[in-house]
Nanobody, 122 residues
Framework: QVQLVESGGGLVQAGGSLRLSCAAS????????MGWYRQVPGKQRELVAS???????NYADNVKGRFTISRDDAKSTVYLQMNSLKPEDTAVYLCKAGFAADLGGGVLGGYWGQGTQVTVSS
């Protein structure tokens, strides 16, 4: 089992920045990719960014150039640095840890965190 705890969400004005953290614990030996997704009520959950064990990253087109995903293996933590935030970035952001990445960079299988709310005001 793997446990994921997200933190760092909050309320920010448009143009501002936030950094989300996802701390992983448990049986991590099988985890090869981690990612951030976001969920807006009434819409499909979407991939924001992912990073593999080897450091390969993938981003959704609408966050490229603004968001950066990184990992600190010593702390078993993945970060999502979000800059130039827009109101349309408002969502619950969820961390996922999985076994492999699909062709689109999504995280296959694995575990979900509880999520952290990000609200961007205009």
């Amino acid at each position: 089992q793997v446990q994921l705890v997200e933190s760092g969400g909050g309320l920010v004005q448009a143009g501002g920045s936030l950094r989300l953290s996802c701390a992983a614990s448990g049986s991590l030996f099988s985890i090869n990719v981690m990612g951030w997704y976001r969920q807006v009520p009434g819409k499909q959950r979407e991939l924001v960014a992912s990073i593999t064990r080897s450091g390969r990253t993938n981003y959704a087109d609408n966050v490229k150039g603004r968001f950066t995903i990184s990992r600190d293996d010593a702390k078993s933590t993945v970060y999502l640095q979000m800059n130039s935030l827009k109101p349309e970035d408002t969502a619950v952001y969820l961390c996922k840890a999985g076994f492999a990445a699909d062709l689109g960079g999504g995280v296959l299988g694995g575990y979900w965190g509880q999520g952290t709310q990000v609200t961007v005001s205009s």
